[in-house]
């Protein structure tokens, strides 16, 4: 495995110009898996180190909507020899925080939306990685059913430079508006540590580019710019500026700030 730089933070798709509250609370909750998986294309490790925890915390900014999302997560790799024990990472993601406006109004909840993640480093080699993420997303309130799916994630790294692709699906146990039948992305990222002093070599500068397509709803794609700084092997800080551009309605600009701190080894 390498560097374990590890920020994690939200990104609130709105793909709706005046969505419910339900809709808003449902997006939110399924971002912070999304967000976690691009950081893997070029900053994070596709793991935690083996036998060791790391916690998320974040906060997210929507200028277009005024929606304000506070994301958490929870990811432990247990220590081992084999693909299940020892290659693989166990993640919890939800909003501890999910404040919408609404109608002029604001509506502030916990997270709408739990997902579990499950993702194996099926080949990890000197540059190239592969690893395949079986996901689950279950409903705390406003919808029924659940959510089930697959992400694949490839990644190459060439000196200070790391690169990577994704494909996701998912879909509904029970569908509905705002629960799409079936939906499905394909994303895009690039990284590159800087050099020059031990200073510059803290910050990786970082974009993602990604398009989505879900069942009854106009495609969208997504694009950010951000950088992290690794401020010990530890703790690292990440911003973000994230852009959604949707087919035929609003497109959604936002601020994300994150702070990840792997809190070691727990056996």
Do not use: C
């Amino acid at each position: 495995m390498r560097r374990a730089s590890l920020p994690a933070i939200l990104l609130l798709l709105t793909l709706a110009p005046r969505p419910t509250a339900a809709a808003l609370f449902h997006r939110s909750g399924m971002s912070n898996p999304k967000i976690t998986l691009q950081k893997r294309l070029h900053v994070n490790t596709l793991i935690t180190e083996p036998g060791t925890a790391e916690l998320d915390w974040g906060n997210l900014y929507s200028f277009s909507s005024n929606n304000y999302s506070m994301p958490s997560g929870f990811r432990y790799t247990p220590a081992g020899s084999n693909i299940i024990w020892g290659r693989t990472e166990y993640a919890v993601a939800f909003d501890s925080i999910a404040s919408a406006d609404i109608g002029g109004s604001r509506l502030t909840q916990f997270s709408q939306a739990l997902t579990l993640t499950a993702t194996s480093v099926l080949h990890d080699g000197p540059k190239f990685d592969f690893a395949l993420a079986p996901q689950a997303t279950f409903f705390l309130r406003d919808e029924s059913g659940s959510r089930l799916g697959a992400v694949a994630i490839a990644r190459y790294d060439t000196g200070r430079n790391s690169i990577g692709a994704t494909f996701s699906w998912s879909g509904a146990t029970h569908s509905s508006p705002n629960n799409p039948a079936v939906s499905y992305a394909a994303g895009f990222g690039f990284g590159r540590q800087l050099s020059g002093s031990p200073l510059l070599e803290k910050f990786t500068p970082h974009t993602n580019v990604e398009w989505d397509k879900s069942t009854g709803l106009e495609h969208s794609i997504l694009a950010s710019e951000g950088i992290e700084y690794q401020i010990t092997d530890r703790l690292a800080f990440d911003v973000s500026g994230q852009h959604l551009l949707n087919s035929g309605n609003p497109n959604d600009h936002q601020l994300a700030f994150g702070i990840t701190l792997n809190i070691g080894k727990l056996q």
